[in-house]
């Protein structure tokens, strides 16, 4: 199939249907008797598609948008037996499209901004196949793969961190890389970290975020005056996996956003 006339598509699945099977669409509560699911019927071998899971562990953590992958479809929609691999998961029959791993395949899951920052039309609805621009699909792959870190870039955890818990974890595992001379105190509730920074007198509180734009979700605003924290009056700043604030709407509150995947990919640490 040529390029002009391949089609592009974003297929959403829960994380665990991916990292069981990775190269498949498949659906296994449709039975055979009601035909091909909604979406199944327009893929075609040669056409492409991005595999798409967001997850959340937590009840204050808002969904992650992550990519696990990028495939070519070489097996139109058929109805059969699970494959052997994912019968941990499933056992029975389901619908499936099978596909090949375009380029090299993502180590882990991969954090990316929100879908809908990339698309022109707001993603899915009630499907798990969505029809997307060749120029949307290269967005979404290159970014991807430029924001992609090796497993030992990452301290303490080996993956995009997916909750706060976890960007903690890398925080801690990777402190004196990140200018951390000291961690003072951690804590669950606002603000959760205090450090001391190498270079820096005053100590200084440290918001962990996935993405920089939960510090606002939170409702973390009101205890902050003049980017100090309101009860200690030690500056604040955000550290987020990911900077999505691209609108500047965090920035006011704090002293600074750091993006702490940008912080490990250049092998630099937190200049107050």
């Excluded at 791993?101 to 039309?121: M, N, Q």
């Excluded at 009101?222 to 996996?241: I, S, Y």
Aim: proline residues 6%; positive net charge; aromatic residues 12%.
């Amino acid at each position: 199939m040529s390029s002009d006339t391949r089609n592009y598509y974003i297929v959403k699945h829960h994380l665990e249907a991916f990292e069981t099977l990775p190269n498949f669409v498949w659906r296994t509560e449709w039975p055979e008797s009601y035909g091909l699911p909604r979406g199944f019927r327009m893929v075609e071998e040669g056409d492409r598609w991005i595999s798409y899971a967001y997850t959340t562990s937590y009840n204050q953590e808002r969904p992650l948008s992550l990519v696990t992958g990028f495939y070519e479809c070489v097996e139109e929609a058929w109805y059969g037996d699970v494959p052997r691999r994912a019968r941990d998961l499933y056992v029975g029959s389901a619908w499936m499209i099978k596909g090949r791993t375009l380029g090299t395949p993502l180590s882990d899951p991969v954090v990316i901004k929100p879908i809908s920052r990339f698309l022109r039309k707001p993603p899915f609805t009630q499907t798990t196949i969505s029809r997307i621009s060749r120029r949307e699909f290269e967005a979404i792959r290159s970014y991807t793969k430029r924001h992609q870190l090796a497993r030992q870039d990452i301290p303490g955890l080996g993956r995009d961190p997916r909750n706060e818990q976890e960007v903690l974890t890398v925080v801690a595992a990777g402190q004196k890389k990140l200018g951390i001379e000291r961690i003072v105190r951690a804590q669950t509730r606002f603000p959760d970290m205090l450090v001391k920074l190498k270079g820096k007198a005053e100590e200084v509180h440290l918001e962990l975020e996935v993405r920089s734009t939960s510090f606002l979700f939170h409702g973390h605003k009101p205890r902050v005056r003049g980017h100090r924290f309101k009860e200690d009056k030690k500056p604040v700043a955000v550290l987020c996996w990911i900077d999505d604030d691209e609108n500047g709407t965090v920035k006011p509150y704090v002293h600074r956003v750091f993006e702490l995947r940008d912080l490990l990919r250049k092998g630099t640490r937190i200049r107050w």
